[in-house]
T-cell receptor, first 114, second 112 residues
């Protein structure tokens, strides 16, 4: 298996622009997680899905952030409008229900908002 | 909510020495305790985990110990090698909600 796939790997944009991050989970996995990693705050869970349904979005910082999972093999995290404080590495992870909490992370998207 | 403290934040050892990283948590309902290794430019990768019904688990040079009474668990790496250099994260989970809360990480440097 190719593992969790994220695109783009790097994104540089200007403040106010819309940013869309993409994730393809491992085939057959039931859960998908979006995390943000910064030096100051470490790894933070933003939102997670089970069978394409958002279960907990309490970590989403504000209304500028939205996430969707239209099918079992694709998810997006959108920031609109982006701000410099959104600069971070965004990770997607997936897990298989039988393994319970074992999560497999993608390589991340490094976002820089100027 | 769940909270986890990880120490030390940085650790430097000589090749062949042992390294120990410790995490403490506050929620007694936590029952799953994984450790992740993150190399530069990559996502975290699970290296070992332990559940609350077990006190110790070992996999070659790495081991995890859990003390539920004291609410702490530790990662032990023996015979360290330069390729062990990375950031290590502990995490906790409280059961069926599948949410992991991560520690702030430990930068381990193994000097050849």
């Amino acid at each position: 298996d190719a593992g969790v796939i994220q695109s783009p790997r790097h994104e540089v944009t200007e403040m106010g622009q819309e940013v869309t991050l993409r994730c393809k989970p491992i085939s057959g996995h039931d859960y998908l997680f979006w995390y943000r990693q910064t030096m100051m705050r470490g790894l933070e869970l933003l939102i997670y899905f089970n069978n394409n349904v958002p279960i907990d979005d309490s970590g989403m910082p504000e209304d500028r952030f939205s996430a969707k999972m239209p099918n079992a093999s694709f998810s997006t995290l959108k920031i609109q409008p982006s701000e410099p404080r959104d600069s971070a590495v965004y990770f997607c992870a997936s897990s298989y229900d039988r393994d319970q909490e074992t999560q497999y992370f993608g390589p991340g998207t490094r976002l820089l908002v100027l | 909510g769940e909270n986890v403290e990880q120490h030390p934040s940085t650790l430097s050892v000589q090749e062949g020495d042992s390294a120990v990283i410790k995490c403490t948590y506050s929620d007694s309902a936590s029952n799953y305790f994984p450790w992740y290794k993150q190399e530069l430019g990559k996502g975290p990768q699970l290296i070992i985990d332990i559940r609350s019904n077990v006190g110790e688990k070992k996999d070659q040079r790495i081991a995890v110990t859990l003390n539920k009474t004291a609410k702490h668990f530790s990662l032990h790496i023996t015979e360290t090698q330069p390729e062990d250099s990375a950031v290590y994260f502990c995490a906790i989970s409280g059961g069926s909600n599948y949410k992991l809360t991560f520690g702030k990480g430990t930068l381990l440097t193994v000097n050849p």
